[in-house]
């Protein structure tokens, strides 16, 4: 996508932060964002990420410049969009929304920081978090590890619920890890636990008719990037079917959707923006460690809460980092 279509397409949000001026200088350094998703969303997290770019004294137009890449949901493009950055000779690659694999597969020189979901280690991302070597390196959400968690604070609020659904993607690199957190979470509660595997619309749509079907009393949405890109299909069948679910991000809980559990993405963008800056400075992927979110965001949606029929425990509401009423 050209900058100035983002620029129209975002609208008054894109002036939150300053986009690259016309006639850019030839030796002003190009970073491009090459990301899985679709820019209407992400406008407060590239604010974030041009906050980090900012901290290391990199301003747009002035002594950088930016340009995106999106697949627009559709990851098959993301290797050809990868290939295309690494013809043009940019200076970083930032790979997010599900594109960090496509960016490593695509260069071993330009330098990538990355954002991913899964174990970079065991997604030949890095050689170690401390000591990446070679080309990469950037924020491991590793979401995975959460997911036990996000099916006990549902559990907590729904704990009549005899069943619970849980989606996963099952191409997702930590699929495993995921399957078997949300699984011991469920042996400990002592409730039934129902995986539905989806990887297309139509499987989501299939997934909540077996969850209507088997009146499942709640739905973890599990944490990737396939199933983050269907945020506003979910929140809407959610609501249709009167399903009580849990996210990952807490953008899915401002759009509507019940309660999210999950680190902090805002911080994660301008982490991104700070090593981003780091690299345009001369230090090497190879010699930052990759980091791991220091910030967790637990937000309930009363609106959300009473459209269902729940009454959110003062327990939980107390420990709550943000309650939209």
């Known amino acids: 996508m050209k900058r100035r279509e983002f620029m129209a397409l975002l609208g008054g949000a894109a002036g939150a932060w ?13 970073v491009v964002f090459l990301n899985g998703q679709s820019p209407k969303t992400f406008a407060h997290l590239l604010r974030a990420f041009h906050q980090g770019l900012n901290e290391t004294g990199f301003v747009e137009g002035q002594n950088a410049t930016t340009e995106y890449s999106w697949a627009e949901g559709d990851v098959d493009r993301l290797p050809a969009l990868a290939r295309d950055l690494v013809r043009r000779q940019v200076n970083v690659i930032v790979a997010a929304g599900g594109a960090h694999l496509a960016a490593k597969a695509a260069t071993t020189n330009i330098p990538i920081v990355f954002t991913t979901p899964g174990e970079p280690v065991q997604e030949g991302l890095v050689a170690s978090f401390n000591r990446p070597g070679g080309n990469a390196t950037g924020i491991s959400v590793f979401t995975v590890t959460l997911e036990a968690k996000r099916f006990e604070l549902l559990h907590e609020l729904v704990p009549k619920a005899t069943t619970i659904g849980v989606l996963l993607d099952p191409t997702f690199s930590s699929v495993d890890m995921q399957l078997s957190e949300v699984q011991t979470a469920a042996r400990a509660t002592g409730r039934e636990l129902r995986v539905l595997n989806v990887t297309t619309d139509a499987d989501i749509d299939e997934a909540f ?67 981003t800056g780091r690299i345009l400075k001369g230090e090497k992927p190879s010699d930052l460690p990759v980091l791991q979110p220091a910030k967790f965001d637990l937000l309930i949606n009363l609106k959300t809460a009473k459209a269902l029929g729940l009454d959110v425990p003062p327990t939980l509401l107390a420990r709550a980092d943000e309650v939209i009423e």
């Open 18 to 30: 300053p986009l690259a001026a016309r006639g850019q200088q030839p030796a002003m350094p190009v």
């Open 209 to 275: 008719s077996i969850l209507v079907k088997i009146r499942a009393g709640g739905l973890v949405v599990g944490g990737n990037p396939f199933l983050n890109g269907k945020r506003n299909k979910l929140i809407a069948l959610a609501a249709r079917e009167a399903i009580p679910a849990i996210y990952e991000a807490r953008e899915s809980t401002i759009a509507g959707g019940l309660m999210n559990y999950g680190p902090s993405i805002t911080d994660v963008y301008r982490l991104l923006g700070v090593y």
